[in-house]
């Protein structure tokens, strides 16, 4: 059964009319996926937020880091399986199986990270970030020694928590607008 075919439940933005800048995003897009992601498609009905939400994605989950790649897109799953968000659990669960060469790291941390065979480091950062969405209350010192005993930097920390964040706000805006991935990711990296 496939999904709904609806990018959100609300009305689509007119991308013919956005501005030169947002086009060319999407064709960057276009090139290097082979599709324009949903999240985009859903953002260009406040085509300034789409801007902001681009440049905020980029510099999380693409700038300088002491957290790979792979770790950040695993912090993603991890926040969006605690929140049953849909849409993130398939496309980052894509990112994780293709950034691991993994066909089933995504589906194991989307369903419980605790069955991952993961490094102590990875599994600090994963039982981190599941803490601070699910009971952000009781994050204590104790939580950030233990990040610092497996590893990370104070940096790396605060970028454990910037993740975290994003991705527990943008859940939200998935659920909000009833936002569907783009199908493909279902298949790629299998």
Known sequence: MPQPDHITRLKAADESALDDDLKAYFAKCMEKLGMVPNVLRAYALRPEKLRLFGRMYNELMLGESGL?????????????????????????????????????????????????????????????AAKLTETPDRI?????????????????????CDV????????????GTDMMPNPEYHAMDR
């Open 140 to 160: 204590t010192e104790a939580d950030r020694e233990g990040l610092r005993a497996n590893g990370f930097s104070d940096e790396d920390i605060f970028d454990i």
């Open 68 to 128: 790979s790649k792979l770790e950040r897109e695993m912090i993603a799953v991890t926040v969006s399986s605690a929140n049953r968000c849909y849409y993130c659990l398939v496309a980052h669960g894509q990112a994780v199986r293709a950034m691991s060469d993994d066909p089933q790291l995504g589906e194991m941390i989307a369903f419980n990270h605790h069955v991952a065979a993961l490094p102590p480091r990875q599994r600090a950062m994963l039982d981190f």
């Open 164 to 175: 975290t964040g994003f991705f527990n706000y943008t859940n939200r805006v998935a659920h």
